[in-house]
Each structure stands twice: as structure tokens, then as C-alpha cells.
């Protein structure tokens, strides 16, 4: 991500309106910090599945990303998909291309390793973990915008190493939102790399209960919107498709939020995983299989050949107020260029 595009988020808002920012790295999170505020921590430790984004809070104050199970469920708090934790990249279906995988996927359609899910049996974990090796030190760029830069393992249930990962996370708070965007370097450093045809896939959110579309009995939420760039909304119209990105937004207490991901031109074209229960997660490896509409017929997997190297940009942005008010549209503007 060019250091000057971002710094231009929003060029007409003022700089001086935006906190100064910092980023600092503790034992096992990398806490981003506006003003006096942490405003997200990303967790690193080694008794995480992946590396996640927690808490996503908006200039306003309000987290909008959900809590569980890094936090108990509040009252009337959904508990489903324990592994949508948050803020996350990974992939279902990842396939070291050579190598004998010794525990298989509790998902019997996957060829490789599962890093979606945290399925486990009573033999232990039958899905893949993304190990932080290495964090680097935080850079500052402008007083709006700082990055870190983490060095990833993805390894399989029994402990192999398969592939490893750059992954730099950019921070730019501006006074209508706030920007975590992710540079991802995915090498074959060990084997090729295929990545395999499911729906479960690849940079997710789980939004908090009270932006969902799905509301059940004695469950919070549903009185929230799922949009995309061409404006349609709900599952039906934005699950499987192809879009820039996918917006929620809704009121939490008696304050407005939302929260988007983008998803980069310069990736391969993303379908969309996204659901009216919370979750939006940017795809670009589903083909037929994943029963995307936008895939039917397709089955060209994306590969990488051993010693070469995958580029993905992604990113999570959270404002205040409505689409309009939070400058959604401008925001990915900047983001793409």
C-alpha cells in the first residue's frame, strides 16, 4: 500500500482534526492507539488459530465489529461460528501441492488444509494455524497514518509448514472513519500452493448483532442494512456476486455506525461470502463448487508455483453515521488508487 495514498484519505478534512496515532507492540497483540484511546489490538499470540483485528472501534466510540468469543455474548448475543472472530484473512481450503497431509479436514470436500474453521476431534485440531514468527517495527507516516509489518507460517494440524506470509496492517484515522488496511504477501516457499474451491474464504468481519439483517427470537439484532458499491442490499443480492465492497450499518445504542470491507482492484475478482447473520468476507478463490452465482461453471483455481508469490490488498474501514456521513464511496476511492 503506497505510503502517499493512503495519506491522502479524505485530503478535504482537515489534518488537524485527525488524533495523533501510534501503534505499540505488546507481548501477544499489536495495539493501535488514537489519541489517548485503543481504538483496535490485533492479537498475535501463539494460542490463536489466526491472527485477528479486536476490538474495531469507530471515531464515535462504538465497537462495530462482534465481540464473541474473545468476550463473553452479551444478554440476547448470538454464539454461533466461534471462528469468525472479528477481523481475519485465511482460506477453507488450502493445498501444499506435494505434501501428504496426515490429518484431514472435517470438511470432506477439501483437498488441503482447513484455516476457515477450528474444527477439532477428540484427537485434537483438524484445522490449520497461522503462526505470527515475527513483528517488525511500527513506522509513522503522517500523523494520521502508521503501519507494522508481521511475518506469518501457515501450518498444517500436525505442525508442518506449508507456505509463509508478509502481511502489513496500515492505520488512518480521519474524523469520519478509520482504516485498517492489509497489505498480504502469501509466498510458496515450500511447496506450490493451490487454493481450493469453498465458499469459506478468505479477509472476513463479523459485524456486532445490533447491524445484522437476520433478526430470530430473543436475539439481538436485525434492524440493520447489508449494502454494496452498486447500492443493492441483503444476502440475496450481494451473496456469491462480485462488488468493490460490502458495507453494514445500523444503530447501536443511540448512536449511528457502520463498518465496510474493501476489496482492492488489483486483486483477483472477489465474490462476495456475506450474510444477513453478520458475516462479509471478500473471496477470490471460490470457483463452481463454492456455489458463488458469479463462479458457476468456472473451475480454474488459483495457484502459486513454488518460490513464487501472491499480492492481496484488503481492508476494513468504520465510521460514523450513515454511508453517506461516513464518506464510504471517497474512502475506497483513496484505497484503490
Request: with cysteine.
Amino acid at each position: 500500500m503506497r505510503t502517499l495514498l493512503l495519506a491522502s484519505l479524505f485530503a478535504l478534512a482537515p489534518v488537524a482534526r485527525a488524533a495523533d496515532i501510534s501503534v505499540t507492540v505488546e507481548k501477544d497483540a499489536i495495539a493501535f492507539q488514537s489519541g489517548s484511546a485503543v481504538v483496535a489490538k490485533y492479537a498475535t499470540g501463539p494460542e490463536v488459530a489466526k491472527p485477528y483485528l479486536y476490538p474495531v472501534v469507530a471515531p464515535n466510540g462504538v465497537a462495530v465489529t462482534r465481540g464473541y468469543p474473545i468476550e463473553s455474548a452479551p444478554p440476547m448475543g448470538t454464539k454461533d461460528h466461534i471462528h469468525q472472530k472479528s477481523v481475519w484473512f485465511c482460506h477453507g481450503d488450502v493445498i501444499p501441492e506435494g505434501i501428504e497431509l496426515k490429518i484431514k479436514s472435517a470438511n470432506k470436500a477439501d483437498k488441503g488444509v482447513d484455516f476457515w474453521s477450528e474444527a477439532k476431534d477428540a484427537t485434537g485440531p483438524r484445522h490449520g494455524k497461522i503462526k505470527v514468527v515475527k513483528v517488525g517495527k511500527p513506522r509513522e507516516h503522517e500523523k494520521n497514518h502508521v503501519s507494522i509489518e508481521t511475518e506469518n507460517e501457515w501450518i498444517t494440524p500436525d505442525g508442518v509448514k506449508i507456505m509463509e506470509e508478509v502481511r502489513t496492517i496500515h492505520f488512518v484515522d480521519v474524523p469520519e472513519g478509520r482504516l485498517f488496511a492489509f497489505d498480504i504477501t502469501l509466498k510458496a516457499t515450500v511447496c506450490p500452493i493451490t487454493f481450493g474451491d469453498t465458499k469459506e474464504g478468505s479477509f472476513g468481519i463479523r459485524v456486532r448483532d445490533e447491524l445484522t439483517m437476520l433478526k430470530k427470537k430473543d436475539q439481538l439484532g436485525g434492524d440493520g442494512l447489508m449494502t454494496n458499491a452498486e447500492g443493492k442490499a441483503g444476502e440475496k443480492d450481494i451473496w456469491g456476486l462480485p462488488s468493490d465492497w460490502v458495507h453494514y450499518a445500523g444503530k447501536i445504542g443511540d448512536k449511528e455506525v457502520g463498518v465496510a470491507v474493501f476489496s482492492h482492484p488489483s486483486n483477483p475478482k472477489v465474490s462476495w461470502h456475506a450474510r444477513a447473520y453478520g458475516l462479509v468476507a471478500a473471496n477470490p478463490f471460490g470457483r463452481d463448487h463454492s456455489g458463488f452465482p458469479s463462479q458457476k461453471g468456472k473451475t480454474d483455481l488459483l495457484k502459486i508455483a513454488k518460490g513464487g508469490e501472491m499480492k492481496l490488498r484488503f481492508a476494513v474501514y468504520a465510521h460514523d453515521g450513515d454511508i453517506k456521513a461516513g464518506k464510504v464511496a471517497e474512502a475506497f476511492g483513496a484505497f484503490k488508487k
